[in-house]
């Protein structure tokens, strides 16, 4: 092609002219991650992915048309605001990824942060493109130079949604990500900067472009404990443990004299209070067996269950079905932990064997004479499977013709139907039942089921030992009173192939948690 | 060995070898096995052409009364029916190493899976038979009040038993729940009053126009006129054009027949619907019973019980009469001799494309065909999930032309995550079979592996780095295909006809052009009742 439109040699010279049609590639490679950024942090943090990815682009693209429009008031030295602009980029896009992950637990309303930062990328990214052409305009013709300021615009644009979904967040995950593309911005301000430094002042700009080029290095190296510390703000206690096992994410808080365990983020006890669920839960069975031998636990990987159990000498042997040797691993060997349930888990009375209950009942062989059935509540189907006809049938079989057992239940007070669905499956499973409930302010009203083989020791009173903080003769039988917006009601037996209780269970907590 | 090599097969093993080198696509992304029947040992019998190719018997005669040539559901199905009447004096042949053909399975540390179907549904009140069988394997377990069996529940498939994944969210069921017009949600809804009209009726002859097992079905014209055009014509014909029902029942006759609509007679798209009416107590009667291994394990609790009686890896080369008897040779694949049975009576219980070329006296030539099916087995090491409700047993996406998954540790495991394997469908139903199946060799493990991947994470996202081994098992001839005017098929009229007769008896799903398990568990039964009163032994019909 004939050069016959070069305008008058007044602009850069050649080498600023590549260097700043390379940028183009490279902001326009950035523009776009952040906002993909922006829309993929949203909809993984918020839900909705269609609401969340369409807003935010739109908002992006509007900020954008903003940032053009704004260009206008840059009157003179668009070579040095352009610059700025790009270290005030590389700021805020490459710590974007971080700050949302950081910033979610704690803002109020995390969505007004969400868009005021795509809203401030979106305009100084709107305002990269209109500085560089005006840049470029005395270096090429204005026919060569739309072309060639689209061409790599639209290339940049290629390769970051190719390498967004494909490259980056699968290997480098989306706080990585920003960081890197922050880099790039300020390494395009750092070479125009080295370009021009014998035509020009540079040293504070110099000087801005590095310090947010090395936080974002640092901020690299600590992606991985941003994301604890992301965590950590979710819980709003400082996270002394986390582990991913492959059948859940244990986390365990502290905050002060207060441990908590929580299990794929749902609490399962606070060091506080979790006395009073761990004596309601054992001590209306044992307090009800004559000679409690031989125990079963089914779940309470925790190991406080077994606390409460041990401490009862006429228990010679304890059996505890747990899933995740991971969970039982830890309540044995993690000092603090063994302390609060007592080293139930090493006890030479005890035996853990990690396995599905679900199987495990099946396979097993009894009599016991005290069974506590301590599962997660039936957020899941597969876990709803664990309070069915069909396996409180095996568990019915495991236990002595003298014996009780006792099933967490979850909220009679939220979850009503839920409850007594527990009650009516452990019936029609051929069991009596008698429903309870304890106030754990950690979880709220609690409920439990006791059921036997129809014995009477289920209506007398409970013999229990002396010691107890919250179980004494007189506190107990107040917990089988049911008030009337807890009482009975009619409910399906759950079945295997009804699950009457997890879609119970799903609306009820659902309702109530608005 | 030399036998085993054929100039066809050099020629396609090069073939092979050529496309090898040249596609970069052959490494496999997985670990992982290429399975299938035995084309090798099947080929054999197609290439022999005549029984020239094989070598004379060798060693004595050896005399049996009765003979089942076939280990699939209905060879099985027939040989219980023969321990059932207290008659142990008959030989299963058996060309594979296990027998079990469609409802074969496998395993791994995690869970068993099924290598074929997966399920049977909650039989009907004809279905005697199949309903004394899974009484005697306990999975029927009393009666109620009015005579309906009561089923195990661990046997009956587990909530939630399927989900969609429809326009980004799984969805519970497989037909769209939401964003449908007016329209479509009242074509869905004539559509089922008109299956709900078909599932009650009963023809002139006082038999249910759509009975399970389908011989038990009204002959009446009435019904019988629906054979004559393909299901797609029907379907047109009354109106029922609404885009997303047309879309299900495409998935229905893919998922039960591996053929499109239009390739499906109008009898056997309504029979799916309208042919199924479990008689079950405590309202199971829609449900299924399945297993992680799927129908393999209906399989291997028949061939326990038959285990003196069944010879694998021993395939039929030759079934011919000669006077009262017939004389059948048959080929020890391990051994690579030929020897010869005498026989009072013999049961075919293999495919018709089989069946003609070992025993052309008793086997028209059929214009069957086949749907070939690519079934994979993908161990995870963690269960998928995704938007909306939870994993199913079947999980099935809108936007796939698959047929989606089955959650193989469903059944069995409490756990809400954990490894499991995911057993992915796949009927290779669009054009020429023929095509198809040679399209299907053709592919490397690799390939296949790299589309079953796609397909899974397409669904599941979230199952990226989770998929730790794929084995692929190709099923050339997965299911006989009841194309327009299936019914009234001449080969089938003359097989049927001929059942009686002996000393050679037929008994395949094919026979019946609804490849399922009822339907060979009931020609199974036939020609073993036939049998037994060939050879003089009065039984008491279970049918």
């Known amino acids: 092609m004939v050069d016959q439109d070069v305008g008058p040699n007044a602009g850069p010279p050649r080498a600023h002219a590549a260097i700043l049609l390379l940028s183009v590639l490279v902001v326009a490679t950035c523009g776009l991650i952040y906002e993909l950024l922006a829309g993929t942090l949203a909809s993984y943090l918020l839900g909705d992915s269609v609401t969340q990815f369409s807003t935010v682009i739109g908002c992006y693209l509007f900020a954008m048309g903003g940032g053009s429009f704004l260009s206008r008031y840059v009157r003179r030295d668009e070579l040095g605001a352009f610059i700025r602009v790009e270290i005030m980029i590389a700021a805020l896009g490459g710590w974007s990824a971080a700050g949302l992950f950081m910033a979610f637990p704690l803002a109020a309303d995390f969505r007004v942060l969400l868009y005021a930062l795509v809203l401030a990328i979106g305009a100084l990214v709107g305002l990269e493109i209109p500085l560089l052409i005006r840049i470029l305009q005395h270096r090429f013709g204005f026919r060569e130079l739309v072309s060639n300021v689209l061409t790599y615009d639209y290339v940049g644009a290629l390769i970051a949604s190719l390498a967004f979904p494909l490259l980056l967040v699968p290997h480098l995950g989306m706080i990585r990500t920003g960081m890197v593309f922050g880099l790039a911005n300020v390494a395009v301000a750092i070479a125009l900067l080295l370009v021009l430094r014998g035509t020009r002042a540079v040293a504070a700009d110099l000087v801005a472009a590095g310090l947010v080029g090395a936080s974002l290095i640092v901020g690299l190296t600590m992606a991985e404990r941003i994301q604890r510390w992301s965590e950590i703000a979710y819980y709003g206690e400082g996270v002394i443990h986390s582990r991913t096992t492959p059948y859940q994410r244990i986390v365990l808080t502290r905050r002060g004299a207060d441990l908590r365990l929580y299990l794929n983020g749902n609490l399962q006890f606070s060091s506080r209070d979790e006395y009073r669920y761990h004596e309601a839960l054992v001590w209306p069975v044992l307090g009800r067996v004559a000679h409690p031998a031989r125990v079963l636990v089914l779940g309470g990987g925790d190991g406080l269950a077994a606390r409460e159990i041990l401490r009862d000498d006429r228990v010679r042997h304890v059996q505890l079905v747990d899933l995740d040797p991971e969970m039982t691993r830890m309540f044995r060997d993690t000092p603090q932990l063994a302390a609060l349930n007592h080293h139930s888990l090493s006890s030479p009375r005890m035996t853990v064997t990690n396995a599905d209950a679900f199987r495990w009942v099946r396979a097993a062989s009894g009599p016991y004479d005290a069974v506590i059935v301590d599962f997660p509540d039936p957020t899941e189907y597969s876990l709803g499977k664990l309070y069915t006809e069909s396996f409180y049938r095996e568990v019915a079989r495991l236990l002595a013709p003298d014996g009780v057992m006792v099933v967490q239940s979850t909220s009679p007070l939220v979850a009503p139907r839920s409850f007594w669905t527990v009650a009516t499956t452990l019936e029609a499973a051929g069991l009596t039942t008698r429903g309870y409930h304890a106030y754990v302010p950690s979880f709220g009203e609690w409920g439990y089921t006791l059921a036997g083989h129809g014995q009477p020791a289920l209506i007398e009173a409970a013999h229990l030992p002396a010691g107890l903080r919250f179980l004494n003769a007189v506190s107990e039988p107040l917990m089988f009173d049911f008030p009337p917006d807890m009482a009975r009601r009619v409910t399906p037996v759950n079945r295997l192939d009804n699950q009457a209780l997890v879609r119970s269970f799903a609306e009820e907590w659902a309702k109530y948690d608005g | ?543």
């Open chain 2, 1 to 543: 060995m030399t036998a085993e090599v054929s100039r066809r097969a050099v020629l396609a093993g090069g073939a092979a070898l050529g496309l090898a080198a040249c596609s970069p696509a052959t490494a496999a992304p997985y670990p992982g096995a290429l399975l299938g029947a035995d084309v090798r040992r099947g080929h054999r019998l197609r290439d022999a052409k005549g029984q020239s190719a094989f070598p004379p018997p060798s060693g004595a005669e050896e005399r049996i009364p009765l003979v089942i040539a076939g280990g699939g559901v209905a060879g099985l199905a027939a040989g219980w029916r023969l321990a059932e009447a207290g008659f142990g004096d008959f030989a299963l042949l058996e060309l594979e190493n296990e027998a079990g053909g469609n409802a074969r399975g496998g395993g791994n540390a995690v869970t068993q899976f099924p290598w074929g179907a997966h399920y049977l549904p909650v039989p009907n009140r004809e279905a005697r038979g199949l309903i004394h069988m899974l009484r005697g394997f306990g999975m029927i377990t009393g009666e109620d009040a009015s005579g309906a069996p009561i089923y195990d529940p661990y046997h009956l498939c587990a909530d939630l038993e399927e989900r969609l994944l429809w326009r980004g969210t799984w969805q519970e069921g497989l037909y769209p729940a939401s964003g449908l017009g007016a329209a479509d949600i009242a074509q869905h809804d004539r559509f089922n009053a008109a299956m709900e009209h078909f599932r009650a009726a009963v023809g002139t002859d006082g038999r249910p126009a759509f009975a399970s097992p389908s011989a038990l079905s009204s002959r009446d014209p009435a019904f019988a006129a629906l054979d004559g055009q393909s299901f797609a014509a029907w379907l047109d014909a009354q109106g029922f054009t609404s885009g997303p029902l047309r879309a299900h029942l495409r998935y229905c006759c893919r998922d039960d027949y591996g053929t499109e609509p239009d390739g499906v007679s109008a009898w056997a798209g309504i029979h799916y619907f309208a042919g199924r009416r479990g008689w079950a107590a405590g309202g199971a009667g829609q449900s299924e019973l399945t297993w992680p291994e799927g129908n393999a394990r209906l399989a291997r609790l028949i061939a326990a019980r038959l285990h003196p009686q069944i010879r694998p890896s021993h395939s039929v080369v030759r079934v011919v009469r000669d006077g009262d008897d017939v004389v059948i040779d048959t080929l020890d694949h391990l051994a690579g001799t030929i020897r010869r049975i005498r026989a009072g009576a013999v049961i075919l219980a293999i495919p018709d494309f089989v069946a003609r070329h070992v025993a052309p006296d008793f086997v028209g030539h059929a214009g069957f065909s086949y749907a070939p099916w690519v079934v994979a087995n993908v161990a995870v090491s963690r269960q998928p999930w995704g938007a909306g409700v939870p994993l199913a047993w079947d999980n099935v996406s809108a936007g796939s032309e698959t047929l989606g998954y089955v959650v193989a540790t469903h059944q069995t495991q409490s756990a809400p995550d954990g490894p499991s394997v995911l057993t992915w469908y796949n009927a290779l139903s669009v054009g020429d079979p023929a095509v198809q199946r040679r399209m299907m060799l053709r592919r490397s493990l690799g390939e296949w592996q790299k589309i079953i991947a796609a397909d899974l994470l397409t669904m599941n996202p979230e199952l990226d780095g989770a998929i730790e081994r794929i084995d692929v098992w190709r099923w050339g001839h997965a299911m006989v295909q009841p194309v327009p005017g299936f019914r009234a098929d001449p080969a089938r009229v003359v097989a049927r006809a001929g059942q009686g007769a002996g000393p050679v008896f037929r008994a395949h799903s094919d026979l019946s052009g609804l490849s399922l398990f009822e339907e060979a568990h009931y020609l199974g039964l036939a020609a073993a009742e036939g049998a037994l009163r060939h050879l003089g032994r009065p039984v008491e019909s279970l049918l």
